[in-house]
């Protein structure tokens, strides 16, 4: 039984880095047909904030990424507890009481030397009164796992093979000095405890993972599998850190990003396959393949979204736009011929409400010096409206033997007396929506 899970920490919004995570690890659960969890990594009390909590859910909700368990780590700290003292009962966890600042110094004293800045473990040396006599001054220290000096290795679903020295790593804070449990602990109870196969993360991670590996068999539990994603960077490759606070999914939503066109291209890009449009979550699990993505850093542009929100759009029928179509203002009556007619020149749902206001109020005329005469005279042949299908035919034949225009002189001018513009939709089918006609002058 495959299950994995999506641990967002409720500290912020999610965006485009978050949901390809978020992704890969609902895709292979459900193509297993196994078991999604979403996990709540808020054991930082002061950070994590239950509006992001709230946040989250309604950003997985609106792409359909949905969750069989949601849990939360503030729940389980009494299990965390358990196996604190299970790490000390087997002398794998020691008290250390070292401030920021002395940490530093190390660092930086190891680092003139030329030497890697891994914690030195001094507080291993420590006796019974030392311990006592430094909670006295500084209270409680922080815990360590002590790792094991040996090669940490594992197959990586998109990495191959790894192969980390442990004595290259800092044995990791488990448990801070103000008793807060930090993630690393946490993760490792959790993934042991909901039985976690396989976990996806960013690349980020990987020396979590080896230092979690040797914890995670110092407690007794199976090591699932691990495949770290690259990160993403700009269109340039330019880091994208900063600018993830723009690519939030809700800001994406906002702008009217399709959720099927943002899961189409999360669910390949950095990978071998071909991004391809897919109208269900069912068929982008289907081909999907996490060895197929490269360890290379992934260019992702924002801009991409939209000829793909397009796209799918096109293709819709009305049932699906309709509650945009009414909230743009368009009467029932029209809606059909409004979609019909608008579907082909929308990037998102948010145009429909624009067109609508040309239609409905008139569009500003654009008229060159040179055809004032002849949209003068085109607008007197025009007929009143309501206009038909056949309006546009009848009306520029008119026009046509009265000018001796023909062809793209005879049109141009009067689509964009009409609509203000020089593309859109098709003239016949877009006259019966027009209310009104400001170019009549
Ligand atoms: N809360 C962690 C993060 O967002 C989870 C990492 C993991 O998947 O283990 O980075």
């Known amino acids: 039984m495959i299950t994995t899970r999506f641990a967002p920490s409720p500290t912020g919004y999610i965006h485009v880095g978050n949901l390809r995570t978020a992704l890969m690890n609902y895709l292979i659960a459900r193509k297993a047909g196994g078991t999604f969890i979403l996990r709540i990594d808020d054991t930082d009390p002061d950070r994590s904030k239950q509006e992001y909590v709230d946040a989250i859910q309604q950003d997985l909700e609106w792409l359909g990424l949905t969750w069989d368990r949601i849990e939360k780590q503030s729940d389980r700290l009494a299990r965390y507890e358990e196996a604190a003292q299970n790490l000390r009962d087997m002398g794998r966890f020691y008290e250390c009481f070292e401030t920021p600042t002395e940490l530093d110094l190390k660092r930086k004293k190891q680092l003139n030397m030329g030497k890697p800045p891994v914690y030195d473990r001094s507080a291993l040396a420590l006796s019974d009164a030392d311990k006592d006599r430094l909670r006295a001054e500084r209270g409680n220290g922080h815990w360590r796992f002590r790792l094991d000096h040996e090669r940490i290795e594992w197959e990586d679903g998109i990495l191959g093979h790894r192969s980390i020295d442990a004595a290259s790593v800092s044995d990791p804070v488990l448990i801070r000095g103000d008793g807060q449990?930090?993630?690393?602990?946490?993760?490792?109870?959790?993934?042991?405890?909901?039985?976690?196969?396989?976990?996806?993360?960013?690349?980020?991670?990987?020396?979590?993972?080896?230092?979690?590996?040797?914890?995670?068999?110092?407690?007794?539990?199976?090591?699932?599998?691990?495949?770290?994603?690259?990160?993403?960077?700009?269109?340039?490759?330019?880091?994208?850190?900063?600018?993830?606070?723009?690519?939030?999914?809700?800001?994406?939503?906002?702008?009217?990003?399709?959720?099927?066109?943002?899961?189409?291209?999360?669910?390949?890009?950095?990978?071998?396959?071909?991004?391809?449009?897919?109208?269900?979550?069912?068929?982008?699990?289907?081909?999907?393949?996490?060895?197929?993505?490269?360890?290379?850093?992934?260019?992702?542009?924002?801009?991409?979204?939209?000829?793909?929100?397009?796209?799918?759009?096109?293709?819709?029928?009305?049932?699906?736009?309709?509650?945009?179509?009414?909230?743009?203002?368009?009467?029932?009556?029209?809606?059909?011929?409004?979609?019909?007619?608008?579907?082909?020149?929308?990037?998102?749902?948010?145009?429909?409400?624009?067109?609508?206001?040309?239609?409905?109020?008139?569009?500003?005329?654009?008229?060159?010096?040179?055809?004032?005469?002849?949209?003068?005279?085109?607008?007197?042949?025009?007929?009143?409206?309501?206009?038909?299908?056949?309006?546009?035919?009848?009306?520029?034949?008119?026009?046509?033997?009265?000018?001796?225009?023909?062809?793209?002189?005879?049109?141009?001018p009067l689509r964009k007396a009409l609509t203000g513009q020089s593309h859109g939709p098709d003239m016949s089918a877009l006259m019966p929506l027009l209310q009104v006609i400001r170019a009549r002058g």
């Open 181 to 412: 449990f930090l993630y690393t602990l946490a993760s490792v109870c959790d993934d042991i405890d909901y039985g976690i196969t396989d976990v996806v993360r960013g690349a980020d991670h990987v020396t979590n993972t080896a230092t979690q590996i040797q914890i995670i068999a110092a407690l007794g539990g199976a090591v699932p599998r691990f495949a770290h994603h690259s990160l993403l960077t700009g269109p340039q490759g330019e880091a994208l850190s900063k600018r993830l606070g723009t690519l939030a999914l809700r800001d994406l939503r906002e702008a009217g990003v399709e959720p099927m066109a943002l899961l189409s291209l999360m669910a390949r890009l950095g990978s071998s396959d071909p991004v391809e449009l897919c109208t269900s979550l069912d068929e982008i699990a289907d081909g999907f393949e996490i060895g197929h993505f490269g360890a290379a850093p992934t260019k992702f542009d924002v801009d991409d979204l939209y000829p793909l929100t397009a796209r799918l759009l096109h293709d819709l029928p009305l049932a699906a736009v309709a509650e945009d179509v009414r909230a743009a203002g368009v009467p029932d009556a029209l809606a059909q011929r409004f979609w019909d007619v608008t579907r082909e020149n929308i990037t998102t749902r948010r145009d429909l409400a624009a067109w609508w206001t040309l239609f409905a109020q008139g569009a500003e005329p654009e008229i060159a010096e040179e055809d004032r005469a002849f949209v003068a005279e085109a607008m007197r042949l025009l007929p009143e409206g309501p206009f038909d299908d056949e309006t546009w035919g009848t009306w520029t034949a008119e026009v046509k033997a009265a000018t001796g225009r023909k062809g793209r002189g005879l049109f141009m």
